[in-house]
């Protein structure tokens, strides 16, 4: 069975700072992966997503990056703003049989970005 | 603007008393699914749905049903309620899975906060 995990649960850094954020999977048989955004009190926004035969994807200031081999995922922030604060999830779509009608969500991160 | 409207966006209520909470999307999607979220347990997928009438049950679906006659509408149906059950529901649409080349992105409503007394 999937499981996706996500290190750390929390996060604290000062604004410009660059941070890297983590997701782990233990089924390395995925179709894609997503990373979303989720302010509070407010549904996901998707982010990122990474087919399983890409490495990387890039949108403005954040870069994603999937080891499938090793079941891993990183999200890199540059240059953080206090904008940036949100909770980060990261869900992956497996590639066979009924798994691929499903999203596994990780807990997420909790990020705080301080003026 | 395309959206995912859900409602109501609150909702408490009473053990055992029948409850809908709607869906709504208007990008002509042909998946859409339903997941709630508690605390330390991150999303769970209760139900989702592939296209019109073709419904399946996720990770969590017991004391949950759903239809789908209409592709733009995807309601939540809990029969009889139990405090179990509050939490935070989310509703959620893609334009499709699964097909090389195309693209997953899920668009996700505001979400539903239900609470079972």
């Known amino acids: 069975k999937q499981e996706v995990t996500q290190i750390p649960a929390a996060l604290s850094v000062p604004e410009g700072e660059n941070l890297v954020l983590n997701c782990s999977f233990t089924?390395?048989?995925?179709?894609?992966l997503q990373w979303f955004r989720q302010d509070p009190g407010k549904g996901l926004t998707s982010l990122l997503l990474?087919?399983?035969?890409?490495r990387e994807q890039t949108s403005g200031r954040l870069n994603a990056s999937l080891d499938k081999s090793s079941g891993r995922s990183t999200l890199y922030i540059a240059a953080s703003q206090p904008g940036d604060s949100a909770t980060y999830l990261c869900?992956?779509?497996?590639?066979?049989?009924?798994?691929?009608?499903?999203?596994?969500f990780g807990t997420g991160t909790l990020l705080a970005v301080q003026p | 603007e395309a959206q995912v409207t859900q409602n109501p966006r609150y909702l408490i209520t009473v053990t055992g008393k029948k409850l809908t909470v709607t869906c709504s999307q208007n990008?002509?999607?042909?998946?859409m699914s339903w997941y709630r979220q508690d605390p330390g347990l991150g999303l769970r997928q209760i139900y989702y749905?592939?296209?019109?009438?073709?419904?399946d049950k996720g990770d969590v679906p017991e004391g949950y049903k759903v239809s789908r006659k209409e592709k733009r509408n995807f309601p939540l149906i809990l029969e009889s309620p139990s405090p179990n059950q509050t939490s935070l529901y989310f509703c959620?649409?893609?334009?499709?899975?699964?097909?090389?080349?195309?693209?997953?992105?899920?668009?996700f409503g505001p979400g539903t906060r239900l609470t079972v007394l």
């Open positions: 089924d390395s048989a995925i179709y894609n």
């Open positions: 990474i087919q399983s035969s890409q």
């Open positions: 959620a649409s893609s334009s499709s899975i699964g097909l090389a080349g195309l693209t997953d992105t899920q668009y």
């Open positions: 869900a992956v779509r497996g590639s066979y049989g009924g798994a691929t009608n499903k999203l596994i």
């Open positions: 749905s592939m296209n019109v009438e073709v419904t």
């Open positions: 990008m002509n999607h042909e998946y």
